[in-house]
Every structure is written in C-alpha cells, then in structure tokens.
C-alpha cells in the first residue's frame, strides 16, 4: 500500500510539469501595400463655341482657342508612371437628342493649366495618348488638353441646338 500512495504522490507531482511543458504557437502576417497617388480633376469643359450653320469648329491642343472656344482641361496629379485613356459616351459625335455631328476628338499634355492656350507639345488622337511618366514616388502634375474638330458641313440639314458628349478621363497606375 505504501507504494501505492508513493506512486500516487510521484504521478501528482509530475502531472503539473507534464502540462506546463505544453506549448502552442501562432503566426501573424504583416504586410503593407504602397499605392501611388493619382488624382484627375477637370479644371474647364470643352466648348467648340458657336458655330454658323455649314460651319465647321477646330481646338488645336498646340495653339490657341477662339473666341468663345475653351478646351477641356483635366488636372493629372501622379506620383508614379500612369496611363491616360479618354472615352466618348457617344463614340466620337455631340448630339441632340436623336441627332449627331461627328467631332474628332485631340488631346495633348501641358505644363500650362490655361483652358485657352493649349501648350501641348503635340495632339494625337485622343485614344493613342503616351503614359505619363515620373520617378517612383516623385510628385508630378500634368495638364491634359482636349481639342478637337468638327468638319465644315457637318452640321448641315441638323436641327440648331446644343449639342453634346460626356468624355471620361480614366489615369491608372502603371507598374
């Protein structure tokens, strides 16, 4: 019996060791993401002005506007390359209501804000615009103007009124 009790006491003795040499672990991930600053904010519309009936309208985005005429102005902020892309919800005319005049559309980046001096140093199609580009994490600003023109007759046998397009102006970062 006495070594009964004697094996109980060792048994009760080891069992606190036996659950404090129990371990568990866990990990937690840390990470974080660094994501370019990029902002576009449209500084002025594009108004071709008026336009007589016949007549034709165009905004070079390396020269001056017109009287009555402003180009569209969108502010690039960017701190890393990005890609300009431009979209007409009309795919390319203004319209009134059911009717159209067809406009191509040209844009170009400037250091100027200015929505009547265009200061681009060259138009291309508005859907063929080169990234912009900057070292990573260096705060720039760009200027893009849009243009463009309406041929002369275009508005013939139309309706008189305003006519209109919304032009989207997505900046993405580029990798």
Do not use: H
């Amino acid at each position: 019996m006495r070594r009964t009790v004697w094996a109980l006491g060792l048994a009760a003795l080891a069992l606190p060791v036996a659950l404090r040499a129990q371990t568990a672990t866990a990990t937690v991930n840390a990470s974080v993401t660094i994501a370019p600053t990029i902002a576009a904010t449209t500084t002025s519309d594009l108004s071709f002005g008026t336009i007589p009936y016949g007549g034709g309208a165009t905004l070079d985005v390396t020269g001056t506007a017109g009287n009555g005429q402003t180009f569209g102005v969108v502010k690039i902020d960017y701190n890393a390359n990005v890609s300009v892309a431009v979209a007409s919800a009309n795919g390319g005319d203004l319209k009134n209501g059911t009717n159209s005049i067809a406009v191509t559309y040209a844009c170009g980046y400037s250091t100027n804000p200015s929505n009547t001096t265009g200061g681009a140093s060259s138009s291309v199609a508005c859907n063929a615009l080169p990234n912009l580009t900057t070292t990573a994490g260096t705060a720039a600003t760009s200027y893009l103007k849009i243009g463009g023109s309406i041929a002369s007759g275009a508005n013939t046998q139309k309706p008189f009124g305003t006519y209109t397009d919304v032009l989207t102006v997505t900046v993405s970062y580029v990798p």
